[in-house]
Protein backbone atom coordinates (compact mmCIF):
# COMPACT_ATOMS: atom_id res chain seq x y z
CA UNK A 1 0.00 0.00 0.00
CA UNK A 2 0.78 3.01 -1.27
CA UNK A 3 2.40 5.91 2.07
CA UNK A 4 0.28 8.58 1.42
CA UNK A 5 -2.82 6.31 1.09
CA UNK A 6 -2.01 4.78 4.62
CA UNK A 7 -2.03 8.52 5.86
CA UNK A 8 -5.55 9.11 4.02
CA UNK A 9 -6.82 5.38 5.66
CA UNK A 10 -5.54 6.79 8.79
CA UNK A 11 -6.45 9.65 9.07
CA UNK A 12 -9.99 8.64 7.90
CA UNK A 13 -10.05 6.32 11.32
CA UNK A 14 -9.69 8.88 13.51
CA UNK A 15 -12.20 11.65 11.82
CA UNK A 16 -14.59 8.41 12.42
CA UNK A 17 -13.74 7.61 15.74
CA UNK A 18 -13.87 11.57 16.61
CA UNK A 19 -17.89 10.86 15.04
CA UNK A 20 -18.78 8.78 17.91
CA UNK A 21 -19.96 10.53 21.11
CA UNK A 22 -18.24 9.65 24.35
CA UNK A 23 -19.99 8.71 27.48
CA UNK A 24 -18.90 11.35 29.73
CA UNK A 25 -17.28 10.11 33.48
CA UNK A 26 -19.79 8.67 35.88
CA UNK A 27 -22.28 7.50 33.31
CA UNK A 28 -24.72 4.38 33.30
CA UNK A 29 -26.53 2.53 31.49
CA UNK A 30 -30.03 1.83 32.10
CA UNK A 31 -32.59 -0.36 31.10
CA UNK A 32 -36.25 1.13 31.45
CA UNK A 33 -39.51 -0.45 31.21
CA UNK A 34 -42.80 1.39 30.53
CA UNK A 35 -45.22 1.54 33.83
CA UNK A 36 -48.07 -1.08 33.44
CA UNK A 37 -47.11 -2.13 29.65
CA UNK A 38 -48.87 -5.52 28.69
CA UNK A 39 -47.00 -8.07 27.45
CA UNK A 40 -47.37 -9.16 23.21
CA UNK A 41 -49.27 -12.65 23.14
CA UNK A 42 -47.29 -15.91 22.46
CA UNK A 43 -44.41 -14.00 24.73
CA UNK A 44 -40.79 -15.35 25.09
CA UNK A 45 -39.29 -14.75 28.12
CA UNK A 46 -37.59 -11.57 27.38
CA UNK A 47 -40.92 -10.07 25.69
CA UNK A 48 -42.36 -10.26 29.58
CA UNK A 49 -39.41 -8.73 31.16
CA UNK A 50 -39.08 -6.17 28.36
CA UNK A 51 -42.38 -4.83 27.38
CA UNK A 52 -42.94 -2.82 23.95
CA UNK A 53 -41.68 0.72 25.14
CA UNK A 54 -38.95 -1.54 27.19
CA UNK A 55 -35.30 1.18 25.76
CA UNK A 56 -31.81 0.85 26.41
CA UNK A 57 -30.45 4.30 28.20
CA UNK A 58 -27.58 6.50 29.16
CA UNK A 59 -27.77 8.01 32.16
CA UNK A 60 -25.34 11.00 32.60
CA UNK A 61 -24.57 12.93 35.68
CA UNK A 62 -25.96 14.88 37.50
CA UNK A 63 -28.65 12.21 36.79
CA UNK A 64 -31.74 13.66 36.28
CA UNK A 65 -34.40 12.60 33.49
CA UNK A 66 -33.20 15.31 31.45
CA UNK A 67 -29.76 13.76 30.76
CA UNK A 68 -31.04 10.44 29.41
CA UNK A 69 -29.44 9.32 25.83
CA UNK A 70 -31.70 6.60 24.20
CA UNK A 71 -28.73 3.94 23.12
CA UNK A 72 -31.29 1.15 21.90
CA UNK A 73 -33.15 4.16 18.94
CA UNK A 74 -34.85 2.58 16.37
CA UNK A 75 -35.75 -0.94 18.36
CA UNK A 76 -39.50 -1.40 19.93
CA UNK A 77 -38.32 -2.91 22.69
CA UNK A 78 -34.59 -3.36 24.20
CA UNK A 79 -32.79 -4.71 27.75
CA UNK A 80 -30.18 -6.41 29.43
CA UNK A 81 -27.15 -4.14 29.29
CA UNK A 82 -23.60 -4.88 29.27
CA UNK A 83 -20.60 -2.96 29.02
CA UNK A 84 -17.51 -3.88 27.17
CA UNK A 85 -14.36 -4.12 29.22
CA UNK A 86 -12.88 -1.23 27.47
CA UNK A 87 -15.87 0.69 28.34
CA UNK A 88 -16.37 1.76 24.92
CA UNK A 89 -19.42 -0.24 23.86
CA UNK A 90 -22.89 -1.24 25.09
CA UNK A 91 -24.74 -4.62 23.82
CA UNK A 92 -27.85 -5.63 25.00
CA UNK A 93 -30.82 -7.71 23.48
CA UNK A 94 -32.94 -5.94 21.79
CA UNK A 95 -36.15 -6.87 18.91
CA UNK A 96 -36.67 -4.29 16.21
CA UNK A 97 -40.11 -4.24 14.18
CA UNK A 98 -38.90 -6.16 11.16
CA UNK A 99 -37.87 -9.66 13.15
CA UNK A 100 -39.85 -11.34 15.32
CA UNK A 101 -36.74 -12.46 17.29
CA UNK A 102 -34.80 -11.07 19.56
CA UNK A 103 -30.57 -10.79 19.00
CA UNK A 104 -27.98 -9.13 20.12
CA UNK A 105 -27.31 -5.81 19.62
CA UNK A 106 -24.22 -3.19 20.27
CA UNK A 107 -24.13 0.12 20.49
CA UNK A 108 -20.91 3.19 20.78
CA UNK A 109 -21.31 3.82 25.01
CA UNK A 110 -21.66 7.50 24.30
CA UNK A 111 -25.24 6.84 21.83
CA UNK A 112 -25.31 5.94 17.81
CA UNK A 113 -26.73 3.54 15.78
CA UNK A 114 -27.04 0.06 17.04
CA UNK A 115 -25.65 -2.41 15.11
CA UNK A 116 -27.15 -6.30 15.30
CA UNK A 117 -24.18 -8.69 16.48
CA UNK A 118 -26.50 -12.21 15.82
CA UNK A 119 -28.82 -13.67 13.72
CA UNK A 120 -29.37 -16.75 15.96
CA UNK A 121 -32.57 -18.78 14.66
CA UNK A 122 -35.09 -18.89 18.03
CA UNK A 123 -33.32 -15.29 19.12
CA UNK A 124 -30.61 -14.58 21.47
CA UNK A 125 -30.02 -12.72 24.96
CA UNK A 126 -28.18 -12.61 28.00
CA UNK A 127 -25.16 -10.71 26.73
CA UNK A 128 -21.90 -10.60 28.55
CA UNK A 129 -17.75 -9.97 27.09
CA UNK A 130 -15.00 -12.12 27.68
CA UNK A 131 -11.49 -12.33 26.64
CA UNK A 132 -10.59 -11.34 23.16
CA UNK A 133 -13.63 -8.77 23.02
CA UNK A 134 -15.71 -12.86 22.67
CA UNK A 135 -19.43 -12.10 22.88
CA UNK A 136 -20.99 -14.64 24.53
CA UNK A 137 -25.04 -15.32 25.11
CA UNK A 138 -28.01 -17.59 25.49
CA UNK A 139 -29.36 -18.48 22.45
CA UNK A 140 -32.78 -19.62 21.87
CA UNK A 141 -34.72 -17.23 23.44
CA UNK A 142 -37.36 -19.47 25.35
CA UNK A 143 -41.15 -19.26 25.12
CA UNK A 144 -42.76 -17.33 28.26
CA UNK A 145 -43.11 -19.26 31.16
CA UNK A 146 -41.35 -22.02 29.14
CA UNK A 147 -37.76 -21.45 30.00
CA UNK A 148 -37.67 -25.16 32.37
CA UNK A 149 -39.34 -27.07 30.48
CA UNK A 150 -39.26 -25.95 26.46
CA UNK A 151 -37.73 -28.67 24.33
CA UNK A 152 -35.39 -26.55 23.18
CA UNK A 153 -33.23 -25.14 26.17
CA UNK A 154 -31.67 -21.92 25.47
CA UNK A 155 -27.57 -22.88 25.33
CA UNK A 156 -24.44 -20.49 25.80
CA UNK A 157 -22.57 -19.87 22.50
CA UNK A 158 -19.41 -18.12 22.36
CA UNK A 159 -19.03 -15.76 19.36
CA UNK A 160 -15.41 -14.00 18.17
CA UNK A 161 -15.43 -10.72 16.51
CA UNK A 162 -15.90 -11.67 12.52
CA UNK A 163 -16.15 -15.29 13.30
CA UNK A 164 -19.17 -17.73 13.61
CA UNK A 165 -20.87 -18.59 16.63
CA UNK A 166 -19.29 -21.81 17.89
CA UNK A 167 -22.04 -24.16 21.24
CA UNK A 168 -20.48 -23.49 25.13
CA UNK A 169 -22.99 -26.42 26.51
CA UNK A 170 -25.07 -29.03 25.81
CA UNK A 171 -26.83 -29.78 28.93
CA UNK A 172 -30.29 -30.59 29.22
CA UNK A 173 -31.55 -27.26 30.66
CA UNK A 174 -31.57 -24.00 29.62
CA UNK A 175 -28.15 -22.03 30.45
CA UNK A 176 -29.07 -18.17 30.88
CA UNK A 177 -27.48 -15.22 32.71
CA UNK A 178 -24.13 -15.72 31.71
CA UNK A 179 -21.54 -13.57 33.33
CA UNK A 180 -17.80 -13.39 32.85
CA UNK A 181 -15.43 -13.88 35.71
CA UNK A 182 -12.25 -12.15 36.28
CA UNK A 183 -10.23 -15.32 35.92
CA UNK A 184 -11.81 -15.46 32.80
CA UNK A 185 -14.69 -19.03 33.57
CA UNK A 186 -18.05 -18.29 32.36
CA UNK A 187 -20.52 -18.20 35.47
CA UNK A 188 -24.17 -19.12 34.61
CA UNK A 189 -27.63 -20.31 35.57
CA UNK A 190 -29.14 -23.67 34.91
CA UNK A 191 -31.10 -26.20 36.88
CA UNK A 192 -29.42 -29.20 38.83
CA UNK A 193 -29.19 -32.31 37.12
CA UNK A 194 -32.93 -34.64 37.59
CA UNK A 195 -34.11 -37.34 35.90
CA UNK A 196 -38.04 -36.09 36.22
CA UNK A 197 -37.74 -33.61 33.38
CA UNK A 198 -41.42 -32.22 34.39
CA UNK A 199 -40.52 -31.70 38.21
CA UNK A 200 -39.81 -28.00 39.04
CA UNK A 201 -36.62 -27.27 38.85
CA UNK A 202 -33.64 -26.15 41.39
CA UNK A 203 -31.65 -23.58 39.53
CA UNK A 204 -28.04 -23.36 40.97
CA UNK A 205 -24.39 -21.87 39.51
CA UNK A 206 -22.34 -23.36 37.37
CA UNK A 207 -19.31 -22.49 35.91
CA UNK A 208 -17.37 -23.37 32.35
CA UNK A 209 -14.20 -22.03 31.16
CA UNK A 210 -14.33 -19.46 27.83
CA UNK A 211 -14.08 -22.54 25.56
CA UNK A 212 -17.21 -24.46 26.70
CA UNK A 213 -14.99 -27.41 29.29
CA UNK A 214 -14.81 -28.02 32.50
CA UNK A 215 -18.47 -28.07 33.44
CA UNK A 216 -18.51 -27.45 37.24
CA UNK A 217 -20.86 -26.82 40.07
CA UNK A 218 -20.58 -23.95 41.72
CA UNK A 219 -23.30 -22.54 44.36
CA UNK A 220 -26.61 -23.16 45.23
CA UNK A 221 -27.00 -27.22 44.37
CA UNK A 222 -27.72 -27.98 48.18
CA UNK A 223 -29.62 -24.60 48.96
CA UNK A 224 -33.35 -24.40 49.71
CA UNK A 225 -34.32 -21.57 47.30
CA UNK A 226 -35.56 -22.55 44.13
CA UNK A 227 -35.02 -19.37 41.52
CA UNK A 228 -32.18 -17.14 40.99
CA UNK A 229 -31.00 -14.79 38.55
CA UNK A 230 -28.14 -12.45 37.20
CA UNK A 231 -25.18 -13.45 39.60
CA UNK A 232 -22.60 -10.52 39.22
CA UNK A 233 -18.83 -10.64 40.92
CA UNK A 234 -18.45 -7.85 43.02
CA UNK A 235 -15.21 -6.32 44.04
CA UNK A 236 -14.52 -7.71 47.55
CA UNK A 237 -14.80 -11.23 45.66
CA UNK A 238 -18.30 -12.02 46.56
CA UNK A 239 -20.36 -13.17 43.53
CA UNK A 240 -24.11 -11.49 43.88
CA UNK A 241 -27.12 -12.50 42.54
CA UNK A 242 -31.22 -12.34 43.20
CA UNK A 243 -32.84 -15.07 44.64
CA UNK A 244 -36.91 -16.01 45.18
CA UNK A 245 -38.83 -19.02 46.16
CA UNK A 246 -40.48 -19.18 42.97
CA UNK A 247 -39.63 -17.39 39.27
CA UNK A 248 -43.63 -17.08 39.86
CA UNK A 249 -43.14 -14.30 42.40
CA UNK A 250 -42.75 -11.65 40.52
CA UNK A 251 -40.55 -8.59 41.86
CA UNK A 252 -39.94 -10.19 45.51
CA UNK A 253 -36.67 -11.14 44.74
CA UNK A 254 -34.12 -10.74 47.10
CA UNK A 255 -30.35 -10.18 47.01
CA UNK A 256 -27.93 -12.29 48.56
CA UNK A 257 -24.32 -13.66 47.77
CA UNK A 258 -22.15 -16.05 48.34
CA UNK A 259 -18.12 -16.21 48.55
CA UNK A 260 -15.95 -17.31 45.74
CA UNK A 261 -13.46 -19.01 47.88
CA UNK A 262 -16.49 -21.18 49.39
CA UNK A 263 -19.51 -20.81 47.73
CA UNK A 264 -20.84 -23.91 48.45
CA UNK A 265 -20.94 -22.95 52.33
CA UNK A 266 -21.48 -19.19 52.59
CA UNK A 267 -24.27 -18.18 51.20
CA UNK A 268 -26.37 -15.48 52.84
CA UNK A 269 -27.84 -11.55 52.24
CA UNK A 270 -25.96 -9.44 50.34
CA UNK A 271 -26.97 -6.51 52.50
CA UNK A 272 -27.51 -5.40 56.04
CA UNK A 273 -31.10 -4.45 55.21
CA UNK A 274 -34.06 -6.31 53.30
CA UNK A 275 -33.67 -6.09 50.07
CA UNK A 276 -36.99 -7.58 48.67
CA UNK A 277 -37.94 -5.90 44.99
CA UNK A 278 -34.45 -6.14 44.13
CA UNK A 279 -34.22 -5.97 40.28
CA UNK A 280 -30.78 -6.17 39.58
CA UNK A 281 -27.22 -5.56 41.75
CA UNK A 282 -24.01 -4.26 39.75
CA UNK A 283 -20.00 -3.67 41.07
CA UNK A 284 -19.81 0.10 40.96
CA UNK A 285 -16.05 1.44 42.23
CA UNK A 286 -14.42 0.06 44.95
CA UNK A 287 -16.82 -1.95 46.97
CA UNK A 288 -20.01 0.44 46.49
CA UNK A 289 -22.97 -1.08 44.60
CA UNK A 290 -25.71 -0.09 42.12
CA UNK A 291 -29.07 -1.71 42.63
CA UNK A 292 -32.34 -1.10 41.09
CA UNK A 293 -35.14 -2.05 43.63
CA UNK A 294 -38.88 -0.74 44.59
CA UNK A 295 -39.93 2.73 45.52
CA UNK A 296 -42.96 1.31 47.38
CA UNK A 297 -42.78 2.78 50.84
CA UNK A 298 -40.39 5.84 50.38
CA UNK A 299 -42.14 8.83 51.63
CA UNK A 300 -44.89 10.29 49.22
CA UNK A 301 -45.25 7.02 47.07
CA UNK A 302 -47.17 5.18 49.65
CA UNK A 303 -47.56 1.61 48.65
CA UNK A 304 -47.47 2.30 45.41
CA UNK A 305 -44.25 3.26 43.57
CA UNK A 306 -41.92 2.48 40.29
CA UNK A 307 -38.14 0.87 40.63
CA UNK A 308 -35.45 3.34 40.69
CA UNK A 309 -31.79 3.29 40.85
CA UNK A 310 -29.63 3.26 44.14
CA UNK A 311 -26.26 3.61 45.20
CA UNK A 312 -24.35 2.35 48.07
CA UNK A 313 -22.12 0.19 50.25
CA UNK A 314 -23.20 -3.13 50.98
CA UNK A 315 -22.73 -2.97 54.58
CA UNK A 316 -24.72 0.10 54.68
CA UNK A 317 -27.69 0.14 57.38
CA UNK A 318 -30.28 1.54 55.38
CA UNK A 319 -30.75 2.08 51.41
CA UNK A 320 -31.12 5.98 51.57
CA UNK A 321 -32.36 7.80 48.66
CA UNK A 322 -32.23 7.02 44.87
CA UNK A 323 -29.48 8.08 43.18
CA UNK A 324 -32.19 8.54 39.89
CA UNK A 325 -35.81 8.29 40.05
CA UNK A 326 -38.13 8.82 36.85
CA UNK A 327 -41.36 8.21 38.25
CA UNK A 328 -42.75 7.69 34.64
CA UNK A 329 -40.40 4.49 34.17
CA UNK A 330 -39.06 1.37 35.65
CA UNK A 331 -35.62 1.77 35.73
CA UNK A 332 -34.71 -2.40 36.30
CA UNK A 333 -31.12 -2.76 35.19
CA UNK A 334 -28.15 -0.53 35.88
CA UNK A 335 -24.63 -0.88 34.87
CA UNK A 336 -21.70 1.75 35.31
CA UNK A 337 -19.95 2.99 32.12
CA UNK A 338 -15.92 1.93 32.79
CA UNK A 339 -13.43 0.45 31.59
CA UNK A 340 -12.01 -2.28 33.67
CA UNK A 341 -9.37 -5.10 33.77
CA UNK A 342 -10.09 -7.73 30.85
CA UNK A 343 -11.00 -11.19 32.11
CA UNK A 344 -8.54 -14.08 31.93
CA UNK A 345 -8.07 -15.66 28.85
CA UNK A 346 -7.85 -19.95 28.71
CA UNK A 347 -5.17 -21.72 26.39
CA UNK A 348 -7.92 -24.22 24.66
CA UNK A 349 -7.39 -27.97 24.27
CA UNK A 350 -10.08 -28.01 22.05
CA UNK A 351 -9.67 -29.83 18.71
CA UNK A 352 -12.44 -28.84 16.34
CA UNK A 353 -13.70 -31.49 14.20
CA UNK A 354 -12.70 -34.58 16.71
CA UNK A 355 -15.61 -36.62 17.44
CA UNK A 356 -14.23 -37.85 20.94
CA UNK A 357 -13.02 -36.74 24.41
CA UNK A 358 -11.59 -38.65 27.25
CA UNK A 359 -13.20 -38.93 31.16
CA UNK A 360 -10.81 -40.37 34.03
CA UNK A 361 -11.99 -40.91 37.31
CA UNK A 362 -9.51 -41.39 39.85
CA UNK A 363 -12.30 -43.29 42.01
CA UNK A 364 -15.68 -43.65 41.58
CA UNK A 365 -16.35 -45.13 44.78
CA UNK A 366 -15.05 -41.43 46.56
CA UNK A 367 -18.37 -40.64 47.59
CA UNK A 368 -19.91 -37.70 49.79
CA UNK A 369 -23.33 -39.77 50.16
CA UNK A 370 -23.92 -41.25 53.92
CA UNK A 371 -23.28 -45.13 54.61
CA UNK A 372 -26.87 -45.37 55.64
CA UNK A 373 -29.49 -46.23 53.05
CA UNK A 374 -27.02 -47.34 50.32
CA UNK A 375 -24.94 -50.47 49.33
CA UNK A 376 -21.59 -49.95 50.24
CA UNK A 377 -20.16 -52.40 47.89
CA UNK A 378 -17.23 -51.75 45.70
CA UNK A 379 -18.28 -50.58 42.08
CA UNK A 380 -16.71 -53.05 39.38
CA UNK A 381 -18.93 -51.44 36.26
CA UNK A 382 -19.83 -47.71 35.26
CA UNK A 383 -22.70 -47.56 32.45
CA UNK A 384 -22.88 -44.37 30.51
CA UNK A 385 -25.93 -42.76 29.14
CA UNK A 386 -26.60 -40.04 26.79
CA UNK A 387 -29.97 -37.84 26.23
CA UNK A 388 -31.01 -38.14 23.04
CA UNK A 389 -32.73 -34.98 21.20
CA UNK A 390 -35.92 -36.61 22.36
CA UNK A 391 -35.00 -35.79 25.84
CA UNK A 392 -35.19 -39.60 26.67
CA UNK A 393 -31.93 -41.65 28.07
CA UNK A 394 -29.79 -43.50 25.49
CA UNK A 395 -27.64 -46.15 26.96
CA UNK A 396 -23.96 -46.06 25.41
CA UNK A 397 -22.33 -48.63 26.90
CA UNK A 398 -20.05 -49.92 30.32
CA UNK A 399 -16.75 -49.78 31.51
CA UNK A 400 -14.91 -51.93 33.94
CA UNK A 401 -13.87 -50.56 36.93
CA UNK A 402 -10.09 -50.85 37.68
CA UNK A 403 -9.05 -52.38 41.34
CA UNK A 404 -8.43 -48.98 42.44
CA UNK A 405 -11.50 -47.33 41.31
CA UNK A 406 -9.95 -45.45 38.49
CA UNK A 407 -11.87 -45.40 35.00
CA UNK A 408 -10.77 -44.22 31.65
CA UNK A 409 -12.99 -43.62 28.78
CA UNK A 410 -13.23 -42.27 25.45
CA UNK A 411 -16.88 -40.86 25.02
CA UNK A 412 -18.56 -39.02 22.17
CA UNK A 413 -18.69 -35.01 22.23
CA UNK A 414 -21.55 -32.45 22.13
CA UNK A 415 -24.28 -34.06 24.35
CA UNK A 416 -25.29 -34.40 28.16
CA UNK A 417 -24.02 -37.52 29.35
CA UNK A 418 -24.94 -39.41 33.14
CA UNK A 419 -23.41 -42.27 34.57
CA UNK A 420 -24.51 -44.95 37.01
CA UNK A 421 -22.34 -47.10 39.54
CA UNK A 422 -22.66 -51.01 39.27
CA UNK A 423 -21.29 -53.74 41.71
CA UNK A 424 -20.30 -57.25 40.64
CA UNK A 425 -23.96 -58.65 40.51
CA UNK A 426 -25.00 -55.41 38.65
CA UNK A 427 -26.85 -53.59 41.32
CA UNK A 428 -27.42 -49.86 41.26
CA UNK A 429 -24.80 -48.17 43.70
CA UNK A 430 -24.86 -44.69 42.27
CA UNK A 431 -26.88 -42.82 40.00
CA UNK A 432 -26.03 -39.37 38.56
CA UNK A 433 -28.47 -37.63 35.82
CA UNK A 434 -27.27 -36.25 32.56
CA UNK A 435 -25.00 -33.05 33.25
CA UNK A 436 -22.15 -33.39 31.69
CA UNK A 437 -20.51 -32.57 28.39
CA UNK A 438 -17.52 -32.59 26.42
CA UNK A 439 -16.16 -30.65 24.20
CA UNK A 440 -14.17 -32.50 20.79
CA UNK A 441 -10.91 -33.56 22.27
CA UNK A 442 -11.66 -32.30 26.17
CA UNK A 443 -9.87 -34.10 29.00
CA UNK A 444 -11.96 -34.36 31.54
CA UNK A 445 -10.90 -35.73 35.33
CA UNK A 446 -12.89 -36.22 38.43
CA UNK A 447 -11.99 -37.33 41.94
CA UNK A 448 -14.74 -39.17 42.46
CA UNK A 449 -18.53 -40.26 41.88
CA UNK A 450 -20.43 -37.27 44.22
CA UNK A 451 -16.96 -37.12 45.83
CA UNK A 452 -16.75 -34.77 49.05
CA UNK A 453 -15.98 -30.44 48.09
CA UNK A 454 -12.58 -29.37 48.52
CA UNK A 455 -11.37 -33.31 48.26
CA UNK A 456 -7.53 -33.90 46.66
CA UNK A 457 -7.02 -37.39 45.89
CA UNK A 458 -4.00 -39.35 47.04
CA UNK A 459 -0.70 -39.05 44.76
CA UNK A 460 -1.22 -41.96 43.11
CA UNK A 461 -1.21 -43.22 39.27
CA UNK A 462 -4.66 -44.64 38.21
CA UNK A 463 -4.24 -48.03 37.40
CA UNK A 464 -6.96 -47.77 34.34
CA UNK A 465 -4.05 -45.19 33.11
CA UNK A 466 -2.18 -48.58 32.42
CA UNK A 467 -4.69 -49.92 30.18
CA UNK A 468 -6.00 -48.70 26.88
CA UNK A 469 -9.31 -46.97 26.85
CA UNK A 470 -12.63 -48.14 26.47
CA UNK A 471 -14.40 -46.62 23.71
CA UNK A 472 -18.08 -45.54 24.02
CA UNK A 473 -19.81 -44.46 21.19
CA UNK A 474 -23.31 -44.21 19.50
CA UNK A 475 -25.27 -46.38 17.50
CA UNK A 476 -28.01 -46.29 15.42
CA UNK A 477 -31.56 -47.57 17.65
CA UNK A 478 -30.98 -51.11 16.01
CA UNK A 479 -28.35 -51.95 17.04
CA UNK A 480 -26.75 -52.89 20.75
CA UNK A 481 -24.27 -49.83 22.26
CA UNK A 482 -21.02 -50.91 21.89
CA UNK A 483 -17.43 -50.85 23.61
CA UNK A 484 -15.25 -49.62 20.88
CA UNK A 485 -11.41 -49.76 20.51
CA UNK A 486 -9.46 -47.29 20.79
Known amino acids: MKPHLMVLLGAAAVLLAACQPEAPEGSVVLTQTPLGAPPPLAATVLDLRYP ?18 ELSRGLVAAGDPCVSWDGRWVYFAGKSAEQADWQIYRVNAGGGRPERMTQMPGGAMDPAIAAHGELVFSSPVPPAEQQWTTPNPAALYGQMPGQAPRRLTFGP ?22 DDRHAAPHLCLFTINNDGTEVTAYAGQDD ?67 ACGETRGMVGRMMSGNVAVYRGAADAAAIGP ?3 DDPQWNSV ?3 RVAARAEPAGHT ?5 GASRGTVLCLNVNDTSEPAAGRNPAPAT ?47 LLRHQPACLWLQPGENRACVGCHEPRNHSPRNLRPLATQRDPAHLDFTDSTTAPRVAAP
Open 224 to 290: GVNYLRRPRELADGRVAFLAARSEQTGFTDSAECVRSAAPFATRGPLFAFRSDGCRSVEPWSGNDLL
Open 348 to 352: TAVMP
Open 173 to 194: DSAVDATVLRDGRILFVSAKPR
Open 322 to 324: PLF
Open 381 to 427: EIRVFALADSGQPRDLGKVPVAADGSVLVYLPVGVALGFDTLDAQGN
Open 333 to 335: EAT
Open 52 to 69: PGSRVVLLIPPYRAGTVR
